[in-house]
């Protein structure tokens, strides 16, 4: 197996990023022209989806609980401070 070492990875990434943000700009740019959209090719595996669920459910938690966002029970609606 090659190796190689930090600054030889760096090296070749700066040689390549001029061209390949071309490629990535010119290509998102028609992209948009003709209407595609940057959506999800695949579904999500199970996996993914609990661990996506747990996320969202630790970061609404934490929000909670630093006050950053308030559930009504009358109106079962969650409310955030900033956007008030």
Known sequence: MRKMTLDEINKRIQAKRQ???YAANKFRSKS???G?????VRPRDR????A???LARLK????LKTGEVQYDKES?????????
């Open 47 to 50: 996996d993914e989806i609990l």
């Open 19 to 21: 061209s390949v943000d």
């Open 76 to 84: 079962r609606v969650f409310s955030v401070d900033k956007y008030r």
């Open 32 to 34: 948009e022209d003709e």
């Open 36 to 40: 595609w959209t940057k959506g999800r």
């Open 52 to 54: 996506l669920n747990r």
């Open 60 to 63: 609404i938690r934490k929000a």
